[in-house]
Structures are given as structure tokens and as C-alpha cells.
């Protein structure tokens, strides 16, 4: 079985920065390329990066752009958001997830760190 396990959440200060990890375990190969999503009560999950286990390419959702970084550790099965420049509306819980290589769907979720950036 294939797990997904996020840390690095936390509270910073508006204008401070956080690092997540998602570690995978098991057979990953599966799974095409790796992303953060984020959700806050009521509202529905959003696509924060993603990025291609092959080539490492990134792509950004437009609130984040210039401020967070997806990077990948193929060796380690790991995949990293580097959040700079945090501000308040970045508050959510976070989710890595597995894009699967067949279908492209996000199927392989994990179980979400909070990230609580306060004023």
C-alpha cells in the first residue's frame, strides 16, 4: 500500500515562511506527478503546485506564484512546499497528493497539516 504522510505544518507570523514534506511509502511509480492542495472550513479544496516526478516540472496556482515552491526528492520519495511570504489567507490544512499516471486523477491523498499564519 502506498501512504502519503505530510508534515512541517504549523503557526507563523504573516511574512514568515514554513517548509512541508510529504513523504511516500510503497511503490509510488504509479503515480506521475505530486501536488499540494489546501482547504479552510467551507470552502472546497484548492490546487496550490504540482509538480512531474520524471522531468520536475512546476506549475502554480496564481495566489502562490513568486511566493511557493514544490520541489521533489526522487531518492527519498519526497516531495516539499516552500512557503514564503505567507499571509493570512494562506491559512488552510494541506494536502500532498499522487496523481495517477492512467486515469490523471488525484487518488492518493494524505492526511493534512495546518498551516495557521497569523497578522
Known amino acids: 500500500q502506498v501512504q502519503l504522510v505530510e508534515s512541517g505544518g504549523g503557526l507563523v507570523q504573516a511574512g514568515g515562511s514554513l517548509r512541508l514534506s510529504c513523504a511516500a511509502s510503497?511503490?509510488?511509480?504509479?503515480?506521475?506527478?505530486m501536488a499540494w492542495f489546501r482547504q479552510t472550513p467551507g470552502k472546497e479544496r484548492e490546487f496550490v503546485a504540482r509538480?512531474?516526478?520524471?522531468?520536475?516540472?512546476?506549475n502554480y496556482a496564481e495566489s502562490v506564484k513568486g511566493r511557493f515552491t514544490i520541489s521533489s526528492d526522487n531518492a527519498k520519495n519526497t516531495v516539499y512546499l516552500q512557503m514564503n511570504s505567507l499571509k493570512p489567507e494562506d491559512t488552510a490544512v494541506y494536502y500532498c497528493?499522487?496523481?495517477?499516471?492512467?486515469?490523471?486523477?488525484?487518488?492518493?491523498w494524505g492526511q493534512g497539516t495546518q498551516v495557521t499564519v497569523s497578522s
Open positions: 510503497g511503490r509510488t511509480f504509479s503515480r506521475s506527478a
Open positions: 497528493a499522487g496523481q495517477n499516471s492512467i486515469t490523471y486523477k488525484y487518488d492518493l
Open positions: 509538480i512531474t516526478w520524471s522531468s520536475g516540472s512546476t
